[in-house]
């Protein structure tokens, strides 16, 4: 099992940047893809980003290119999402995702979930 652990979430004015955080432990070997996900009130769960356990093949969802940035220190099994420039439309609860299989932004690939955090951006 993977255990994951989201930090970082707040209130923020739109324009403003946050920094989420995602702890990873137990047998974190069988991680192959680290997502984030945000589920909106009233909404589906989308996929925002990803990015592979070597550091590469990031994608990103349309909405959040260019504001948003996935990363990750393995050293110390920790995921991030940087996101600038914020608007009131990201306002949502996000969640980290881990993959043992091959997984972009859906989040049926994803068989390991944190908790979420939450993300209000006031206009």
């Given at each position: 099992?993977?255990?994951?652990?989201?930090s970082?979430?707040?209130?923020?004015?739109?324009?403003?940047?946050?920094?989420?955080?995602?702890?990873?432990?137990?047998?974190?070997?069988?991680?192959?893809?680290?997502?984030?996900?945000?589920?909106?009130?009233?909404k589906?769960?989308?996929?925002?980003?990803?990015?592979?356990?070597?550091?590469?093949?990031?994608?990103?969802?349309?909405?959040?290119?260019?504001?948003?940035?996935?990363?990750?220190?393995?050293?110390?099994?920790?995921?991030?999402?940087?996101?600038?420039?914020?608007?009131?439309?990201?306002?949502?609860?996000?969640?980290?995702?881990?993959?043992?299989?091959?997984?972009?932004?859906?989040?049926?690939?994803?068989?390991?979930?944190g908790?979420?955090?939450?993300?209000?951006?006031?206009?």
């Open positions: 099992q993977v255990q994951l652990v989201e970082g979430g707040g209130s923020v004015q739109a324009g403003g940047s946050l920094r989420l955080s995602c702890v990873a432990s137990g047998d974190t070997y069988r991680v192959n893809y680290m997502g984030w996900f945000r589920q909106a009130p009233g589906e769960r989308e996929g925002v980003a990803r990015i592979a356990s070597g550091g590469e093949q990031i994608l990103y969802a349309d909405s959040v290119k260019g504001r948003f940035t996935i990363s990750q220190d393995n050293a110390k099994n920790v995921a991030y999402l940087h996101m600038n420039s914020l608007k009131p439309e990201d306002t949502a609860m996000y969640y980290c995702a881990a993959s043992s299989f091959y997984a972009e932004l859906r989040e049926t690939a994803y068989n390991f979930w908790q979420g955090t939450q993300v209000t951006v006031s206009s």
